[in-house]
Structure formats: C-alpha cells, structure tokens
C-alpha cells in the first residue's frame, strides 16, 4: 500500500490546504474570484458519470441514437451544473467576523458576514470551520451564518480556513473557497468553580448610590411614567395634589482590591481563575474594584460592563506558565 493511499481523509485534506489559496491568513473583507474556487464531483456526481458511460457505451454498441442523443443532454446539463456551482461562490464576499468573548471551555459563537453582489441566487452555501458547520443564508445580498466553536484555552484563539462550499444545483459537483481571516478572537479564563468569597474592601464603605430596591429613603421626587406603583408615596401625593415617588439609597460598601500579589499559595493559573471568578462576583453585587496584575497598571476601581472586560481581557492574556518559567 503506497503512502498516498494510506492518507486518512484528514491528512489528505489538510495537505490540499496547504497548496490551496490563500497560503497565509488575509485581513477581512476578502473578495472571492474565480482562482479561489476548486471543483471537484461529489459521490453522486462520479456515479452519474459512470452511469453516462455505460449508457453511451450501450448506445453505441446497439447503435441507438435516441439514448445517444439522451446521454450528450444529460452530460450537458451536468457540465453546465459544474458552471454553476462555480459561480455560486464567484463574487460572493467575506466581510468580517465576530464573536462575543467567552471563558475556555464553553461553545463561542462566530459570526461570519457575507455579502454578495445583486442579480444571481445564491443558494445551499455552507461554511466550515474546523469541525464547526453552519448554513449561510444570503437575503437581498446580504446574510450570516453562526458556527459554535469549541474553545479550550484562555488567550487569543487563532482561526483556521473558513471553507465556503456549495453543492448546488444538482449536487453532482462540490465548489468550495477558502477564507483565512487575520482576526483572532479573544477567549476568557475560565472562572473558579469553588473558592473563597470576595476579599475585604477597601477605602470609604459609607458611600450610597440610588437604587430602586434600596432599604432607606432618600427623598421624594415628581411621578415619572415607568415607575412602579409600590413607590409611590400616596399621603404626600394627597397633600400635594400630585403623584410623589420615593427615591431610596443603598450603601455600596467599600472597593475590593482583586490582587495577584496576594494569591501567592496557589500556582499560576490557580490565580487566574479565581481572580475571574472575584471580577464575576464584584459585578453580580454591584461592587466597585481594583484589579492589580504584575507589570500592568492597576484597572479600577471601577465596576460594569467595560471594566470586566477590561480586566478578564488582562487576565487572558497573561503569559502561560512556561512562558514564565522560560
């Protein structure tokens, strides 16, 4: 058994990849052309070859020109089905991709944007990613698929080809094009899944904000549409003759320090989950902190949506314990 025939599907097509364009990843959108996409007959297509030959062969054979004439119309459509396959990729654009951040070892959702020039449907395109496949809808030019991809490492998460194919319209030919975007996406640490609570505050714990489900109130205001009924304050409302609400106040308590120097009894990644774990719990209470990591300016004290992921986009990339030890 020669080494080619010994190839595994896998290793056969990952060697095609390395021949196929693009040879290096490109930055998005990209513009498919007609020397980027490969044909080549699906299953099907090779039987249906086989069945033409056997057809024209006994046409000739009984000379029997209606089932000769049957087999060059069948074999035309089937080339004009290789044509249009083809062009169901020619033209089609690969605009960006996105994807919103997740801790390691969950299911990352990518979006892929397509877009396509007016006038030519475009039907049945699929793209892949690794082991990821979704369909690629185009509606009046325009369109995305989600493929879920798996993630298993904090850090930046480098994509492989995307592969656009297509075996449209009579499936007995496969087009595909590669797209190799330079756009790495970033995957969160993931957080400790047991640990110790939420390291004392520090600075002023006296300071409140307003908040609708506070405990003291803080001073009565005009009626708002939107406000619930149960705030409403109705014997200030009768003396005043309009709608009063009350306003309540709840203590925010003080800032939590989040420091790398601290966790210095566990090893190196140990302090990184559980470092994301703390930035997860300071936002479900609504605290204010401050996370300090060697060689980097202290993030905060903060709180909300930018500031995690400020500070869970700096853990992620903290270099790996062989990095360090090298």
């Known amino acids: 058994m020669s080494a080619t025939s010994a190839m595994s599907p896998r290793r056969l097509r990952t060697r095609f990849e390395s021949w196929a364009r693009p040879r290096q990843p490109e930055t998005l959108p990209v513009r498919i052309d007609r020397r980027r996409v490969y044909v080549l007959p699906t299953r099907f297509g090779l039987f249906f070859a086989l069945l033409l030959a056997a057809m ?21 459509a089937a080339n004009a089905s290789l044509l249009v396959a083809h062009l169901q990729l020619t033209g089609l654009q690969i605009g960006a991709i996105g ?6 070892g969950s299911v990352m959702s990518l979006r892929v944007h397509a877009r396509a020039a007016p006038g030519r449907n475009r039907r049945g395109l699929r793209v892949r990613c690794g082991d990821a496949d979704a369909v690629l809808s185009l509606e009046e030019g325009t369109g995305q698929a989600v493929l879920a991809l798996p993630t298993l490492q904090r850090g930046w998460l480098e994509l492989s080809r995307l592969r656009i194919s297509t075996t449209r319209p009579l499936g007995l030919a496969v087009a595909w094009a590669y797209v190799w975007p330079d756009a790495p996406l970033l995957v969160y640490p993931a957080p400790e899944a047991h640990g110790p609570p939420l390291p004392q505050g520090i600075g002023d714990a006296s300071v409140a904000r307003l908040h609708p489900a506070g405990d ?63 930035v997860d719990e300071a936002e479900r209470q ?38 360090v030890d090298g």
Do not use: F, M, T
């Open 56 to 76: 024209g062969l006994g046409a000739l054979n009984y000379n029997n020109n209606p089932a000769l004439l049957l087999v060059l119309l069948l074999a035309g």
């Open 216 to 278: 003291d109130v803080h001073h009565l205001r005009a009626y708002r549409r939107g406000d619930p009924r149960r705030a409403i304050a109705w014997k200030p409302s009768a003396r005043r003759d309009s709608l009063l609400v009350r306003e309540y106040e709840q203590p925010l308590g003080a800032d939590v320090l989040l420091d790398w120097q601290q966790l210095s009894g566990i090893g190196h990644e140990a302090r990184i989950r559980r470092l994301a774990r703390w």
């Open 286 to 323: 609504s605290r204010r902190y401050r996370l300090e990591l060697p060689g980097q300016p202290p993030l905060g004290p903060a709180s909300g949506a930018q500031h995690r992921h400020a500070c869970l986009r700096a853990l992620a990339l903290l270099p790996r314990l062989e990095q």
């Open 99 to 104: 994807a919103e951040p997740v801790p390691a």
